[in-house]
């Protein structure tokens, strides 16, 4: 695992945003896997600010995660934070990206379809996600198994807590559907965004502690081409 510091919030997109970008121009039909949530959105923004045309036409986005029951369309899903913010301002066409449907009928599906999706590209080249306060990756949360693809999760009390800063109401959230940790452990290179104060300590845990499934964010450690970046707030040495 690679760690590194950055200055603060802008610097560590840029870093991450410039990342992404040299990828796709080295290969330009790379599967990337991206989060929603807050953290990811200024590299998102950068993406947009600084692809040329032509970057991402052959490229392929994998969506996370979502919150079981929550409409595509709700300000809140995590579907929300990657369409509009990335998606739509590259103007990916829908064959090129998958959003788990976490209204379906039969999530099991759902997460079978998700699976053959990455399969079909020949797995994910990039997996880049934030970090819960729980050390979850995506929904995968303390002790899911590292050997899991996509799945359905229960939701500690803390994600399903913290996770209302993302909705304009109060809004039950028990479940999730998610890209799994061995998607993660399989991808070609893995990246963990950390920024703000509050990561701290959730950031210290994964540096000092062994590998273990019951701190997901430690499969950064078992993964032979990872990078934990991190903002100088979030840095806890
Ligand atoms: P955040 O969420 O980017 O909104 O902090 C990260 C996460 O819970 O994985």
Redesign the pocket.
Known sequence: MNYQVFSNYETLSAHASQFILDYVRQKPTATICV?S????LLTFQKIVANAKPGDFDQVTFVALDEWVGIAPDNAGSCRSYIDAPLITQLGISPERVSFFDSLANDLEAECQRVNDFIASKGGLDIIM?????NG???LNEPGTSFDTYAHISELEEV?AS?GQ??FQSETPLTQGITVGLKHFLEAKVAIVLANGAK?KGIIQRVLEEPVSESLPASALKLHSNSYLWVDESANPA
């Open positions: 989060a949530g807050e953290t990811p996600v934030g970090i819960g306060m979850h990756l995506g994600t913290i800063k993302y990561k």
